[in-house]
C-alpha cells in the first residue's frame, strides 16, 4: 500500500498534493484554524451536534427510547471501528504522506504514527452515521462535518486521501453492521430508564392535555325549593 503511494502520478499523490497546496497560498491565520478544526474542531461540532439530536428524539411520542439507544450507540461504534483499525494499521504499515514526498505544508508536527486508515475520519463518521440512523437532519450535519473533517486531514498534509476514504468505509462498516446487535442490547436498557427517576435523559416529559370545555367544573345536583317537587305533582293531577 505504501508502495502505492510513492509516484507522483498516482492520483492519490497528486489530490493529496492539489488539496495540500492550498495551505500554502492561505494566510498564516486559516492554517491555524484549519489546524485546530481538524485537530479538534469537528470532533466538538460532532458532540454539539449529538446532543441536538438528542434533545429533539426525547420529545417523539413513541419511540424516543429506540432513538435515544441509536445515539447511545453512535459513539460505541466510533470506539469500536477505532480499536479496529489498530491491527489494520499495523498491517498495511503505511508511512505518513510527508515521510515519502518533498514539498507538503504539514500544520501538525509530530505525527509518527502509521497513515493508513485515518483515525478522525473513522471517529467522525462512525459518529455521523450513528447519529443518521436515529434523527435524519441532524444526521445529515453530521455526516457533513466528517466529510469536512476528511478534507482537513489531507489540507494539513498528514494523511493521503484514500487514508481519509479508508477510515470513512471503516467507520460507516462498523455503525452499520453492529447497530441490530446494539439496538437490541441498548433498547432494553433505554426503556427500563425511561421509567425510571431518570427518564427525562430518554423521555420528556409530556405536558397533561388541556382540559376540554366544562371539565373539571363541578356538577350539583339540581336544587328546588322546599315543596316546589310535591306543588308540581299537585298542579298536574
Known amino acids: 500500500m505504501a508502495g502505492l503511494a510513492l509516484d507522483g502520478s498516482n492520483p492519490d499523490v497528486s489530490l493529496l498534493y492539489d488539496i495540500n497546496g492550498l495551505a500554502k497560498d492561505a494566510p498564516h491565520w486559516f492554517d491555524r484554524v484549519m489546524e485546530f478544526v481538524g485537530e479538534f474542531g469537528i470532533v466538538l461540532g460532532l458532540a454539539l451536534v449529538g446532543f441536538g439530536a438528542w434533545w429533539s428524539v426525547r420529545k417523539r411520542p413513541q419511540d424516543a427510547p429506540s432513538a435515544v439507544a441509536g445515539l447511545m450507540?453512535?459513539?460505541?461504534?466510533?470506539?469500536?471501528?477505532?480499536?479496529?483499525?489498530?491491527?489494520?494499521?499495523?498491517?498495511?504499515?503505511?508511512?505518513?504522506?510527508?515521510?515519502?514526498?518533498?514539498?507538503?505544508?504539514v500544520l501538525v508536527a509530530g505525527k509518527t504514527d502509521f497513515s493508513f486508515v485515518?483515525?478522525?475520519?473513522?471517529?467522525?463518521?462512525?459518529?455521523?452515521?450513528?447519529?443518521?440512523?436515529?434523527?435524519?437532519?441532524?444526521?445529515?450535519?453530521?455526516?457533513?462535518?466528517?466529510?469536512?473533517?476528511?478534507?482537513?486531514?489531507?489540507?494539513?498534509?498528514?494523511?493521503?486521501?484514500?487514508?481519509?476514504?479508508?477510515?470513512?468505509?471503516?467507520?460507516?462498516?462498523?455503525?452499520?453492521?453492529?447497530?441490530?446487535?446494539?439496538?437490541?442490547?441498548?433498547?432494553?436498557?433505554?426503556?427500563?430508564?425511561?421509567?425510571?427517576?431518570?427518564?427525562?435523559?430518554?423521555?420528556?416529559?409530556?405536558?397533561?392535555?388541556a382540559a376540554a370545555a366544562g371539565d373539571g367544573i363541578p356538577e350539583?345536583?339540581?336544587?328546588?325549593?322546599?315543596?316546589?317537587?310535591?306543588?308540581?305533582k299537585d298542579l298536574a293531577a
Not at 504499515?93 to 515521510?99: D, G, K, M, S
Not at 493521503?160 to 470513512?168: L, N, R
Open 220 to 232: 350539583f345536583p339540581e336544587t328546588r325549593a322546599p315543596g316546589t317537587e310535591r306543588g308540581s
Open 73 to 105: 450507540w453512535a459513539p460505541l461504534a466510533a470506539g469500536i471501528a477505532l480499536i479496529a483499525n489498530i491491527p489494520i494499521r499495523g498491517f498495511v504499515q503505511r508511512p505518513r504522506p510527508f515521510r515519502d514526498h518533498q514539498g507538503l505544508e
Open 118 to 209: 485515518s483515525d478522525h475520519a473513522t471517529l467522525t463518521m462512525g459518529l455521523a452515521v450513528g447519529v443518521f440512523m436515529a434523527h435524519r437532519r441532524f444526521g445529515v450535519a453530521a455526516i457533513g462535518l466528517a466529510l469536512l473533517e476528511g478534507f482537513c486531514r489531507v489540507y494539513m498534509g498528514v494523511h493521503y486521501p484514500t487514508d481519509v476514504i479508508g477510515g470513512f468505509a471503516l467507520g460507516t462498516a462498523v455503525a452499520l453492521l453492529l447497530a441490530p446487535l446494539a439496538m437490541m442490547l441498548l433498547t432494553p436498557l433505554t426503556t427500563t430508564i425511561a421509567g425510571s427517576r431518570a427518564g427525562w435523559l430518554i423521555q420528556a416529559r409530556r405536558p397533561a392535555p
